[in-house]
């Protein structure tokens, strides 16, 4: 039973963690499956532990030695080190990382990494780009410094206590920047940005993706126009303070508004001028697609059909990605969704893999998710017909293509931590590996005749021809891949980005996209030529996927604009090129010509560039409680560059993977780091990003040649299995005395092991007399396998409560213990069975009421389907049901015996721009198993989480041993709690969500914002009533009872405030008084 009535008002942690245990075990939600058990293995070193799983191959040479360099590099800008080493946790595809049990959140597609605050641990994905690990493991890093400095005093587990202020903003642009300095991947969004005038002030208004970028501008601002030093000053007095606004006044001597006005006028001088300098899309093209006019946001990877009539693209138009078949003007023809003639699957993949369509135009073939293994679909979007699952012993298969004879797909995939290229043969369904290299090969696409594969290609190790491109790093070329021999031939050789390329229908021309001049832009050549290249567009944003007609009528592409993506169509490509080279950004023109400032140099008071002092301190280093120290030389004033003895360093010349591997075929590895640090102080880090490699300064190949590999994770390198240890997630307690409750105590403690496989959650609340008032909790959760398990016991003594007044009413004692085994289908489906003992004793405050006891063994069977989106105060779009069935056996110490059936149904329908509109059918009965009346009934009225909640103290009273077994079917508003009770229950929500006020800000006396209150108008429909009950000879009631109102919701950050105003009514001649709801939680 959910016993509303017997919560004291201040036992606040219990509260917690029975909504932490309760989501666990019941309810909605979506599922992390297990679907393969993993080995863990573990590189020990001084500062940081490298975790893999079983397919270990190359992966954790390569991983061990980018974090080497990254922990190196942020120890020197930070002058910080670990005690503790950092968990990194590195697993061998996105496929297998979406399933971590690290975190409980679900990750959405496109999360590339983590790190969780309590214990400081790290978890990458590798995608099949070393290039992109590495900017990965190093951004990942520089967060698990960031949490290592602000709770260096009191530890992770205790970070809901810690004072420390840090932005949002500037935890992850400072992930960035400390990462990647600045490049053009940052450059070209902030650019858009800027022109469209949606870049904030550095303040909680920077949010989302925004938040990195925008966060990584401004402190590229800071760096470039106050000069190093001052940089320098700023991370060391953060790191002193823990506090990033109070660290800026401080050290540039001006508040981060103030700074940050002057970083917007410096974007608009930047990027203004590029409005003039750059062509208008709708003057060449023709949008095929308008995020602006149908409210989604990408519409991604167009492929058009071999008769030019149709293209295929990506899209979440209504929320959900699907696959839309458009014609030329856009009109939608077919579409593909995730449920439907295509099957049933997980998800897309529309940031990482393309589709491509069969040579007669009658299939599109696709990659998805499902079952935990990613798969090659082929539908026949004419009959509308699933035709094959292609499923393969490959991870992040992507961007397939297919050949012209019909016969074969080539796609890309990681097997044993690298990323290649295979080809299917659909007749034989064999699979021939095609290359086989650590280099990171992607958007394989055929040559009309079938004899080549045009690809790009990039050496994430360093070995490419350019390894100091104009970005830090090797950049991506294209190549030629010819069938009948196996040869490689790379047909590009700059220093800029080539990826994404595509064949012109005879064969001879290429169009692929560069961002040789700051933009991503499209370019065509000759195949035999390619350092002719003429560009086809000029625009702002970037440009991605071109796909040429196989009549060369036509080329389609996507174009990000307006923070949003776009499928564009250019008509007669080849006439249409331009004849000039593109005008450089001014973010390349700075790169190479230092004369050229990207942002101006800002005069600073003298004693703002200098470095801030520590405090004195015993002996050479300060240690904390265990969480970390700070470095310390004979002078902390020094430059950074003299070294902590207390870190130690590994110098060799040119160091190589290869050395370490021994006679693994690996490339050589180029330790960028100090390529890419600015001067002596070493303020931005290096590190690499994929599109394109990032890089503040210029590099030369002299200085290459001298390069030194310095580690400060140096350790043992022994390769060691996984051992299980708990450690604490959360450790709570609490005292404190008061005139009414007496001495009061409570406690919250929560242990998992690394991986978050084995959870284990220990509570205690305790007030006054331990025979009056006492809380105890203890269970286990195991979730390592496909099938999550659980066990616990529990042990209560409290009052029941009339009202919110704590006016009592009965004295309850209760222990029990349950058991649960959650078996998940799918990341939307799961089967349920649990479990529990229940031993109940009820003592009225008032004598002439009898004691009331009871014992139950209630085993439970449920199935739940959730696939919802949420919106900013409840569900979006989607639907989400259960069913259940409760049983009390007829056994002797059983002291009732029923069996019940409920089912709860919840629709959402997304209408337009966060209108909704919410449906719920709840139906339930409950039957006797022998001659007395069912002990299980149904509870009616009210709202969920009511806290100013009221309750019908007779039914109450007549119901005081079925409260037991019953449950509170909410919301039903317009009443008040157990208004209306039987052992049957039919009840329709119907609701219309709305957006109502944008934004109230609020100044004196308590400074406060509160954004996106959504309002309600709602109607509530049902009954219920006993098996019995007789209407017109049907066991149906006799009068449906009701209400309706209106509401608003507000999302506060911590939880969500409810408003209802409900009128009952029998929607026939009367109408009750209100009664009004101040509730707490989500909406249904």
Not at 54 to 72: G, M, S, V
Not at 525 to 551: M, Q, Y
Not at 982 to 990: C, D, I, K, Q
Request: proline share 5%.
């Amino acid at each position: 039973m959910n016993n509303f009535f017997s919560m004291p008002v201040n036992s606040f942690l219990l509260l917690l963690l029975i909504i932490f245990n309760t989501s666990e075990i019941s309810g909605f939600g979506k599922n992390k499956v297990q679907y393969s058990a993993l080995s863990w293995w573990m590189r020990p070193s001084t500062h940081y532990t490298l975790y893999y799983h079983q397919d270990k191959n190359t992966l954790p040479e390569i991983a061990n030695r980018w974090i080497d360099i990254a922990y190196k590099s942020l120890s020197d800008k930070l002058n910080f080190t670990h005690d503790t080493p950092i968990p990194i946790i590195l697993y061998g595809n996105p496929t297998l990382f979406a399933h971590t049990n690290i975190i409980s959140e679900i990750l959405p597609e496109g999360v590339g990494g983590f790190t969780e605050v309590f214990k400081n641990r790290i978890a990458v994905p590798f995608n099949g780009s070393y290039t992109e690990l590495r900017h990965v493991l190093h951004h990942e890093m520089a967060h698990a410094f960031v949490f290592g400095i602000i709770f260096d005093k009191f530890g992770g587990a205790s970070a809901m206590f810690n004072n420390a202020q840090i932005p949002f903003w500037f935890n992850e642009g400072s992930a960035e920047y400390l990462s990647t300095g600045w490049n053009c991947e940052a450059d070209m969004f902030l650019m858009e940005q800027t022109l469209n005038n949606t870049v904030p002030l550095p303040s909680s208004q920077l949010g989302g993706y925004m938040a990195y970028k925008a966060g990584q501008s401004f402190l590229h601002f800071l760096h470039k126009s106050r000069g190093d030093s001052a940089f320098s000053s700023f991370l060391k007095q953060f790191r002193k303070t823990k506090m990033v606004d109070n660290s800026i006044l401080k050290v540039y001597k001006k508040t981060t508004e103030d700074l940050g006005k002057e970083w917007l006028k410096e974007l608009r001088r930047i990027y203004w001028p590029e409005i003039a300098q750059r062509e208008d899309p709708s003057t060449k093209c023709k949008f095929v697609t308008s995020h602006l006019k149908t409210k989604d946001q990408y519409n991604l990877r167009p492929r058009i059909s071999p008769d030019g009539e149709k293209i295929a693209f990506f899209s979440d138009r209504k929320d959900y990605t699907r696959i839309l078949i458009t014609d030329k003007k856009g009109k939608v023809i077919h579409q593909i969704r995730q449920t439907g003639f295509g099957g049933f699957f997980e998800s897309f993949h529309p940031f990482r893999s393309g589709m491509c369509w069969s040579p007669d135009g009658k299939q599109l073939a696709f990659v998805t998710l499902n079952k935990g293994r990613d798969e090659i679909r082929i539908v026949n979007v004419v009959k509308k017909k699933l035709v094959k699952k292609i499923r393969l012993p490959l991870g992040s298969i992507s961007s397939p293509d297919w050949s012209n004879n019909g016969k074969e797909i080539v796609f890309s995939a990681i097997t044993d931590g690298v990323s290649d290229l295979f080809i299917y043969n659909l007749d034989s369904d064999s699979l021939i590996r095609l290359t086989e290299s650590l280099q990171y090969e992607a958007d394989p696409h055929f040559s009309p005749d079938g004899q080549k594969i045009l690809f790009s290609i990039e050496d994430t190790c360093g070995t490419a021809t350019h390894p100091n491109s104009p970005y830090g790093s090797t950049p991506s070329e294209l190549a030629i891949l010819d069938l009948p021999t196996g040869n490689i031939s790379i047909i590009t050789n700059t220093k800029w980005n080539e990826k994404q390329p595509c064949f012109s229908p005879d064969g001879k021309s290429i169009v692929y996209v560069s961002d040789r001049n700051g933009l991503d832009n499209l370019y065509i050549c000759s195949i035999d030529s390619t350092e002719k290249s003429r560009p086809l567009t000029d625009f702002v944003g970037g440009c991605s996927n071109p796909d040429w007609a196989l009549d060369s009528s036509c080329i389609v592409f996507s174009l990000f604009q307006n923070q949003g993506w776009d499928v564009l169509l250019i008509e007669n490509p080849e006439n249409k090129l331009l004849k000039d080279s593109l005008l450089t950004t001014q973010w390349v023109k700075s790169w190479s010509d230092s004369s050229a400032l990207f942002f101006n140099k800002a005069e600073i008071k003298a004693d703002s560039s200098t470095e801030l002092k520590e405090p004195a301190r015993s002996g050479k280093k300060h240690r904390s409680s265990g969480k970390g120290k700070f470095l310390q030389s004979k002078n902390d004033d020094d430059d950074d560059s003299t070294k902590s003895e207390s870190v130690s360093h590994k110098n060799s010349d040119s160091s190589t993977i290869k050395d370490s591997l021994k006679n693994l075929p690996v490339a050589t590895v180029k330790d960028s780091s100090s390529q890419n640090d600015i001067d002596s102080t070493k303020i931005a880090a290096s590190d690499t990003s994929q599109s394109p490699p990032p890089s503040t300064s210029p590099v030369t190949d002299s200085d290459s040649s001298q390069q030194k590999t310095d580690t400060a994770a140096t350790g043992s390198s022994k390769e060691l299995p996984y051992r299980l240890k708990f450690t604490p997630d959360m450790v709570a307690f609490g005292l404190g005395i008061s005139n009414y409750y007496s001495p009061a105590g409570q406690m919250l403690l929560s242990f998992s092991d690394l991986m978050g496989d084995h959870r284990i959650t220990v509570a205690a609340d305790i007030q006054g007399n331990f025979k009056e008032y006492m809380h105890l909790f203890a269970s286990y959760v195991y979730l390592r396998s496909r099938a999550d398990v659980g066990a616990g016991g529990f042990f209560n003594k409290d009052y029941s409560y009339a009202d919110i007044f704590g006016r009592r009413l009965y004295h309850d004692q209760e222990s029990g213990a349950f058991l649960f085994i959650r078996f998940p289908f799918s990341t939307f489906t799961r089967l349920d069975l649990e479990l529990l003992y229940r031993d109940m004793k009820r003592d009225p405050l008032s004598s002439e009421d009898p004691v009331v006891e009871s014992t139950a063994l209630l085993p439970s069977f449920s199935f739940t389907f959730d696939n919802i989106l949420w919106g900013i105060t409840g569900p979006l779009n989607g639907v989400r049901a259960t069913s259940k069935i409760l049983l009390s056996p007829p056994l002797d110490f059983v002291n009732d015996h029923f069996i019940s059936f409920d089912t709860d149904i919840r629709a959402y329908l997304h209408l337009f721009n966060r209108f909704v509109w919410a449906n719920r059918v709840f139906l339930g009965i409950s039957k006797s198993l022998d001659d007395r009346a069912s002990a299980r009934r149904y509870f009616l009225g009210g709202n969920d989480n009511w806290f100013s909640y009221s309750i019908n103290e007779q039914n109450y009273d007549q119901n005081i041993y079925n409260s037991f077994y019953s449950d509170f079917v909410t919301p039903f508003r317009g009443y008040n709690y157990l208004d209306i009770t039987g052992s049957r229950v039919a009840v329709l929500n119907s609701e219309f969500r709305f957006p109502f006020i944008r934004e109230i800000s609020v100044v004196w006396p308590l400074p406060m914002q509160i954004r996106y209150i959504n309002g309600a108008f709602f109607a509530d429909i049902g009954n219920a009533w006993n098996g019995d009950d007789r209407n017109h000879g049907l066991p149906l009631p006799e009068k449906i009872y009701g209400g309706f109102g209106f509401g608003m919701r507000a999302d506060l950050g911590i939880f969500i405030l409810r408003f209802d105003r409900g009128w009952p009514t029998d929607w026939r001649r009367d109408v009750g008084k209100p009664i009004n709801y101040f509730s707490l939680g989500a909406e249904y």
